[in-house]
C-alpha cells in the first residue's frame, strides 16, 4: 500500500534551472496538494487541485506551476529555481477537499538551490 | 485570519514521563483542529482531529488532546512518553469545508531521553 509517492526525494538545482516534482497517489482521492516546508514556519499551501481538471493557487504560489495530469498524478514545476525556493516539499491528497478527509502526505522532496 | 501558535519549538522529557504539547489558535467560527506528526524522512502523520462534540479527543499511539474554546486552546498530551515518540509535531486549525485552507503552525519538536 503505497499511499502517496514523490521523486525525487532529494534535488540540487543552480539558480534558473528548471525542474519537475512528481507526485502520485494509489487512494483514489479526488483532491491534491502541495506544500512546503521551512524551518520555523510550519507548511505552507503552494497550489491544490480540488479535482482532476482543476487547479487552484494556495498560499505561495509565486515561482511555480502546477499540473494535474490524472486523477492520480500531480506536478509541481519550477520554471526558473531561485535559492529562495530551497525547501522541502510535500504532496499531499484527500478524498475530498473538506476537512472531513484527512490529509495523507508523502514522504517529502528535499530541494536545494544553489 | 486564522493563525495557530506553538510556543514551545522543543521540548525534552525521559521515557516514561507525561507529555503535553501547546496549541493556541485564533479562528472566527467553530474550527477544526488537528495534530499531525512528522518522523524523520517521512511526511506527516494525522494523530487526532477535532471537528465538535466532546471536548476531549483520543487519537493514535495513546495521544489525546482537549479543546478549551474559553483559552482558544487545544493541547496534546499523553500520559507516558516512549522513545518511538520522538518527531515533529504540528497543530493546525481549518474551516470546515476547505482543506486548502488549513493553516499549520511551525510545530515543536520532541526529545526523548533514554
Known amino acids: 500500500n503505497a499511499g502517496v509517492t514523490q521523486t525525487p526525494k532529494f534535488q540540487v538545482l543552480k539558480t534558473g534551472q528548471s525542474m519537475t516534482l512528481q507526485c502520485a497517489q494509489d487512494m483514489n482521492h479526488n483532491s491534491m496538494y502541495w506544500y512546503r516546508q521551512d524551518p520555523g514556519m510550519g507548511l505552507r499551501l503552494i497550489y491544490y487541485s480540488a479535482s482532476e481538471g482543476t487547479t487552484d493557487k494556495g498560499e505561495v504560489p509565486n515561482g511555480y506551476n502546477v499540473s494535474r495530469l490524472n486523477k492520480r498524478e500531480f506536478s509541481l514545476r519550477l520554471e526558473s529555481a531561485a535559492p529562495s525556493q530551497t525547501s522541502v516539499y510535500f504532496c499531499?491528497?484527500?478524498?475530498?477537499?473538506?476537512?472531513?478527509?484527512?490529509?495523507?502526505f508523502g514522504n517529502g522532496t528535499r530541494l536545494t538551490v544553489t | 485570519a486564522q493563525s495557530v501558535t506553538q510556543p514551545d519549538i522543543h521540548i525534552t522529557v525521559s521515557e516514561g514521563a507525561s507529555l503535553e504539547l501547546r496549541c493556541n489558535y485564533s479562528?472566527?467560527?467553530?474550527?477544526?483542529l488537528f495534530w499531525y506528526v512528522q518522523s524523520p524522512g517521512q511526511g506527516l502523520q494525522l494523530l487526532l482531529k477535532?471537528?465538535?462534540?466532546?471536548?476531549l479527543v483520543q487519537g493514535i499511539k495513546g495521544f489525546e488532546a482537549e479543546f478549551k474554546r474559553s483559552q482558544s486552546s487545544f493541547n496534546l498530551r499523553k500520559p507516558s512518553v516512549h522513545w518511538s515518540d520522538a518527531a515533529e509535531y504540528f497543530c493546525?486549525?481549518?474551516?470546515?469545508?476547505?482543506?486548502?485552507?488549513?493553516?499549520f503552525g511551525s510545530g515543536t519538536q520532541l526529545t526523548v531521553l533514554p
Open positions: 493546525a486549525v481549518g474551516a470546515q469545508g476547505s482543506a486548502r485552507q488549513l493553516t
Open positions: 477535532y471537528f465538535s462534540g466532546d471536548t
Open positions: 479562528y472566527g467560527a467553530t474550527p477544526y
Open positions: 499531499a491528497s484527500s478524498a475530498s477537499q473538506g476537512n472531513n478527509s484527512p490529509l495523507h
